[in-house]
């Protein structure tokens, strides 16, 4: 058993983790770490938890955990750490993109290893400081690796992709109200999103002479969770090519399947699953990937890094079903 610490508490990533660390055969919640909410029980902010634990938000640090989540705001991790240091055996596992990028993963002598199983299983599994994905970089790469492992990116990819509310986090802003949100659609960041830097990282990273854009247009949809991902580029083969190419990538993924059959969010509402599907028109070859944002995009994908990097079964505490109702 390993004693974890959450750091940044009272979010949805870090209720999605407590849920899913209680039902983790080979972890004990060390402590729930939030300032603002200090003594009050955790099922107080996070209410599906009622009944499942009487733990408390703490404002006191145990610096000896086995393992340590960081689920701050963007930019806090990296503050944090220079607030607070901690054992040199604790793993340090952020979900914030402080530590993504080639050119920020060494910071104060910790080397963040970039944390996408699909892509770097073997790296993860002797990290000790790890940089979870960010949950729109988590879908659009995990359409693209198969073709960027055989080299066949050879013109520019088109992406549409549309995440749910909690995307956007527990802050209120104009477009996160009920009344914005609901029966609306809107885009954001076009061609901008933060997210482009990891996913154009990670492409390079398999095809070194890649030189095309990335056209990227984020996209909010009037529902709680989850992410649809289209891409689209230029492939000469056929699609029973194609799925080959994925088939074979992804034959050992744990998590990532290529479905033949038309697919839909639902599939992957809560669960840890990646699910995609490909479609070829003329010279063009469309991959469809879906995730939940906030599993396989945040906590669920952090799970699965810490069950790496501790030896678990990469699966252990993440069976879960999709609720289809």
Not at 54 to 80: P, Q, R, T, W, Y
Not at 104 to 112: A, R, S
Request: aromatic letters at 12%.
């Amino acid at each position: 058993m390993i004693k974890v610490g959450i750091i940044g508490g009272a979010g949805y990533t870090a209720g999605e983790l407590i849920r899913l660390l209680l039902n983790h055969n080979q972890v004990i919640i060390d402590f729930v770490f939030s300032t603002s909410n200090a003594g009050n029980k955790v099922y107080e902010v996070h209410q599906d938890l009622i009944g499942a634990t009487d733990i408390e938000f703490s404002s006191n640090i145990n610096s000896k955990v086995d393992a340590l989540f960081l689920c701050l705001g963007h930019g806090n991790s990296k503050v944090f750490l220079e607030q607070h240091s901690f054992s040199e055996n604790t793993k340090i596992i952020d979900l914030s993109n402080d530590f993504r990028l080639d050119a920020e993963k060494v910071f104060n002598g910790k080397n963040f290893i970039y944390g996408l199983p699909e892509l770097q299983k073997e790296a993860i599994k002797n990290a000790n400081y790890i940089a979870n994905p960010g949950c729109f970089a988590t879908a659009i790469q995990l359409a693209l690796l198969p073709l960027a492992h055989a080299n066949l990116i050879h013109e520019d990819i088109h992406i549409n992709a549309v995440t749910g509310a909690t995307g956007a986090g527990t802050s209120l802003s104009k477009t996160t109200h009920f009344t914005w949100r609901d029966n609306n659609f809107s885009h954001y960041k076009p061609f901008t999103h933060q997210h482009l830097g990891e996913i154009n990282q990670t492409v390079c990273q398999l095809q070194d002479n890649f030189d095309s854009e990335i056209h990227f247009m984020p996209n909010r949809g009037n529902f709680s969770r989850g992410i649809f991902a289209t891409a689209y580029t230029t492939f000469e083969g056929s699609i029973e090519d194609a799925k080959a190419y994925y088939k074979a990538y992804y034959k050992d993924a744990a998590f990532t399947f290529v479905s033949d059959g038309d697919i839909h969010l639902k599939q992957v509402v809560n669960t840890n699953n990646c699910i995609i599907h490909l479609h070829k028109y003329k010279n063009k070859l469309l991959i469809t990937s879906i995730i939940d944002n906030l599993l396989k995009g945040a906590s669920g994908q952090a799970i699965q890094n810490m069950n790496l990097a501790f030896g678990f079964e990469e699966t252990e505490g993440l069976k879960l079903k999709a609720n289809f109702f």
